[in-house]
């Protein structure tokens, strides 16, 4: 039987090129550089059998591709479009899973506080909204409009009458933030951490001995990125008034016309009598207030997060000592190369947050009303 002659193939110099950049690319595909390869040694009058043993494939395959470029030239050695596998669930199915996502689980009758992706596709099946359904399958449909039903944010009406002034004198004169880290546990494993290795993570030991949990007081200058702290065995005016003293008494601050401290509505620092306690041991200090629900104004929390993350956690210590030792090393070393926080919450930021929580208020008053109630 008489084989069929190879077709004639004549790139020109732009396929040229694109054949060569396809053949010799890194970055190409293994498919379409065998594929590149062939056109390019068929343009030279090289035979399918000739072709095919030299790229190691079967003459069947050079004479598909040299076909597709003779016929559809470059776009032709791209994959058809293939069919795939039948859709199992109807656009109406999967907009009703999207759907019962964005409900609470309580307001259907389902005992669980939010959805996760096994959840939902049980309750699927069980509602007859779906057939057998796997988790992922039920993720992948929620990705694709970003609903996240497991994740959850909190938020807090504003129920200081003041809260618009309060926060526009932290805002503006904002020089010391001040607050007290509550019970830093001493807790001294029962084995000792292991340091990481190749492969390997940290290894702490779950068991440990409670040493004690002294409290950490910060002062930090949110203009200069500067911090002041101190531990005590407890939180209270005395330790806070220490810190105090231990601020003031050095420049700039002892001669400064005033300084603002900036601070919650703990107890150690609570209402007109903490102020007054502070004017009393300095004249030049001012106390100032944030509104109430509102520690996040306060920029030591900032500080106090990388804490949390660089000195204690993950909580390794053999007594208080060293966790007082490890707290004033790591603040030499903070204040050593630390740069202000970019602070971008300004009083125009708070006139445009109290306007939306004004226009919330008025779209559903029945909400407004609940809390004055509770």
């Known amino acids: ?44 009058g090289r035979s399918n059998a000739a072709i095919a ?30 069919s795939g596998r039948p859709r199992s669930f109807t656009a109406l199915q999967r907009a009703q899973a999207k ?44 990705r694709e409009e970003a609903i996240k039903p497991w994740q959850h944010r909190s938020w807090i009406f504003i129920t200081d009458p003041a809260f618009r002034p309060k926060a526009e004198r932290v805002l503006d004169p904002y020089v010391i933030s001040a607050d007290e880290k509550t019970s830093v546990q001493a807790r001294c494993r029962c084995h000792p951490t292991l340091a990481p290795g190749q492969a390997r993570a940290m290894r702490v030991n779950h068991t440990y001995g409670r040493g004690g949990a002294p409290a950490y007081l ?16 407890r939180t209270g005016i005395d330790p806070f008034m220490a810190l105090v003293a231990q601020v003031m008494s050095q420049e700039p601050y002892a001669s400064a016309k005033r300084v603002f401290w900036i601070v919650d509505n703990g107890s150690s620092h609570h209402g007109q009598a903490a102020a007054d306690r502070l004017a009393a041991a300095f004249p030049n200090a001012v106390l100032v207030h944030t509104p109430i629900h509102a520690s996040w104004m306060n920029q030591v929390e900032v500080y106090f997060s990388v804490v949390q993350r660089k000195v204690v956690s993950p909580n390794d210590f053999t007594d208080l000592t060293q966790v007082g030792d490890r707290l004033r090393a790591f603040e030499d070393r903070y204040n050593a190369t630390a740069q202000p926080f970019q602070w971008k919450f300004t009083t125009s930021d708070l006139d445009d947050l109290l306007a939306r929580l004004d226009r919330h208020t008025a779209d559903h008053p029945e909400e407004s009303s609940r809390r004055l109630a509770a």
């Open 99 to 142: 759907a019962l996502a964005c409900q609470l689980p309580a307001e259907t009758g389902v005992p669980l506080s939010r959805w996760s992706c096994p959840e939902l596709a049980v309750e699927l099946e069980g509602r007859g909204i779906t057939g057998p359904i796997s988790p992922s399958t039920v993720r992948r449909w929620l």
């Open 1 to 44: 039987m008489a084989v069929a002659a190879a077709r004639p193939i004549s790139p020109t110099a732009a396929e040229r090129h694109r054949l060569k950049k396809a053949a010799w690319g890194h970055k190409t595909p293994h498919q379409l550089r065998q594929r590149a390869h062939i056109v390019l040694l068929a343009a030279r």
């Open 218 to 233: 910060a002062a930090y200058d949110v203009h200069q990125a500067r911090v002041f702290g101190c531990t005590a065995p």
């Open 53 to 82: 043993a030299e790229m190691g494939v079967h003459p069947d395959t050079v004479r598909r591709w040299r076909g597709r470029f003779a016929d559809q030239r470059l776009p032709g050695l791209a994959d058809r479009k293939r």
